[in-house]
């Protein structure tokens, strides 16, 4: 009897196949496909750590000396004169200033408007259009860069050019939007705009895959409470929902500040010693657009440094970023457990 040897009757009866039943937390650890499968889940993990540590490391090495060498301010200075290896003169102020606006302008676009179609989608839409639609979102996320690049200095420019000089003309008093001499559609303001249309996509794509996993139970319990369609998705569907909107709109925002290729096409360089103002209707450069212009130049190790001290704020910038987003989304799951 098993009440007299000790033994459980889960040890006793075997389960299919003649194999018996998993017990206890550790159960199955012992199996060779558990401990092969384990083993490269971590090993995975601790490669992706180890190259993103890698990257920083490299990093610093390179751009320590030369940041040690700068003979001006490099978080507050504009100058960027590093011709001359033994008077490096360069800051990020404006770098800065340019990345982070139009990375903003964005997001403040991108994440609304990207939401608002999710819920139609998952929603609102019937069967017939939200799955042809959804496909679409899909495709455009894959659209490269380059493309965008064209599209908006030779398509969507000059059909945004009236908004610009409106804006010039009447808020040219707000600095925002003062006029800063810059024609056409190569504006932080409209790079911003861009940069929305681009990753949209990515937000819409993400947030539409976060609501449709809204367990049914939610959102039937609240519309059997007497709750409207709005009232249903503002306290079932948005709440489930937020973690992955923020994932969603992280990851937007890290395409949005290291983007290159549509930058680069599109914004207008400030020649040296050009006026430079916080308006949104000045041109500039960004971190990436502003390594890419100078690639070609690479020549020395301190003029290299230079270049690589840019890359590290990005690098540093981009990672502050997800970390916060990251301890967002950790306090939003505590806080619904």
Known sequence: MSSVTGVSLA???PGPHGR???????????RLGDRLFGGAAKGAGLLVIALVTLVGVFLLWQAIPAIANDKVSFL????????????????????????VTSSAIAMLIAVPVGVAVALFITQYAPS?????????????????????????????????EPVQSFLRDKLGW???????????????????????????????????????????????GALALGATKWEM??????????????????????????????????LSTLPDG??????LLNGGETFASRIANNAAEFDTP?????????????????????????????????FSE
């Open 174 to 220: 707000f600095p925002l939007f003062s006029d800063a001499g810059i024609s056409g559609g190569s504006t932080i303001l409209f790079v911003g705009i861009v940069l929305a249309i681009m990753v949209l996509p990515i937000v819409t794509a993400l947030s539409r895959e976060v609501f449709a996993q809204t367990p049914l139970t939610h959102r039937e």
């Open 302 to 334: 301190q003029k290299a440094g230079a270049f690589i001290a840019a890359g590290l704020v990005l690098f540093i910038l981009t990672f502050v970023v997800n970390a916060i987003a990251r301890i967002v989304i950790e306090r939003r799951k505590a």
């Open 11 to 13: 040890d006793e009866t």
């Open 128 to 160: 017939w259009l939200s799955r042809p639609a959804a496909s679409v979102i899909d495709l455009l996320a894959a659209v490269p860069s380059i493309v965008y690049g064209i599209w908006g200095l030779r398509t969507f420019g000059p059909v945004f």
């Open 274 to 279: 050009s006026k430079w103002t916080f308006s």
């Open 20 to 30: 018996t039943p998993l017990t206890g937390d550790g159960a199955g650890t012992g």
């Open 76 to 99: 507050t200075s504009r100058e960027w004169a590093v011709d001359d290896s033994n008077n490096l003169r360069f800051g990020i102020v404006e770098l800065l200033w340019t990345t």
């Open 233 to 266: 998705i503002r306290m079932s569907v948005l709440p489930f929902g937020k973690p992955g909107v923020i994932s969603a709109s992280m990851l937007g925002l890290g395409r949005a500040l290291g983007e290159t290729i549509a930058v680069t096409i599109i």
